[in-house]
């Protein structure tokens, strides 16, 4: 337990040393084996949803790459869990934008993913915050209210993590060790939370900022949150716009 990293990794090489003497093989077998299932889901879901064509030129640039090859099996907690993790994300962004429900349970996978990558590495945090930014920015300056959801859920996302990054750097390691139980149900309770503040703050913000764009910010939010008719057009440009992050 430090500032900036959590016992995930650590806990993986453990129950894999049950296994294997402690070597180079059995400290770099865990990255191996969970970038390998990153790849095969994210070639999995870019062959289902774009064709097979794709997903092969894909799974070429991806095993042509030197930064993945080569990161893949390094025995460091960023590089051997966050491509399962970012590989999550891809698939629950995708399946958020077609589905278009407020499904707790859709939100609470998406808000762990994020959370479990925080937790494991503070460099992770780069995810939920750009990802907000984004979302933000493609429903402002592009005039789509289908976003609207997601970007509640990336808020959520973001917020969650600036809490986690507060939190975290404040405990030292002898809190830790003094309040173990405390900490670990407070931060099981955390995504829970923010999952549950996401469904909650559904119509609650949809009114209101749609109150304060219509009547403050000329924007084409405002104009697209006083509309009641979306565009097929703005429908399909975001799905396929958020499919690529």
């Excluded at 992770?124 to 493609?138: M, R």
């Excluded at 939190?167 to 407070?186: A, N």
């Excluded at 009547?215 to 396929?240: C, I, M, Q």
Aim: charged share 15%.
């Amino acid at each position: 337990m430090n500032t900036y990293t959590g016992s995930l990794y650590a806990w993986l090489l453990s129950w894999v040393f049950t296994y294997f003497p402690p070597d180079v093989f059995s400290l770099r077998i865990g990255g191996v084996l969970l970038n390998g299932m990153a790849m095969v889901i994210a070639t999995w879901h870019f062959a289902k949803r774009f064709g097979l064509r794709s997903a092969l030129v894909w799974l070429y640039l991806l095993s042509t790459s030197a930064l993945f090859v080569f990161k893949s099996r390094l025995a460091w907690e960023v590089t051997a869990l966050q491509n399962l993790l970012l590989t999550g994300i891809l698939v629950l962004c995708a399946r958020f934008m077609e589905d278009r429900r407020r499904a707790f349970g859709n939100a609470l996978a998406f808000l762990v993913l994020n959370y479990i990558g925080v937790i494991n590495h503070f460099i992770f945090i780069s995810v939920p915050v750009s990802l907000a930014l984004v979302i933000l920015v493609q429903m402002l300056f592009r005039d789509d209210r289908e976003l609207g959801d997601f970007v509640r859920l990336s808020l959520c996302n973001g917020l969650m993590a600036a809490l986690v990054f507060l939190i975290k750097s404040q405990i030292t390691e002898t809190q830790w060790q003094h309040h173990q139980y405390f900490f670990t149900v407070l931060f099981l309770l955390i995504p829970l939370g923010f999952a549950s503040a996401y469904i909650w703050t559904g119509s609650r913000m949809d009114r209101w900022l749609r109150t304060l764009c219509a009547r403050h910010l000329s924007t084409p939010l405002a104009r697209t949150l006083s509309s009641r008719e979306v565009s097929p057009l703005a429908s399909y440009s975001s799905a396929v716009f958020t499919s690529r992050l």
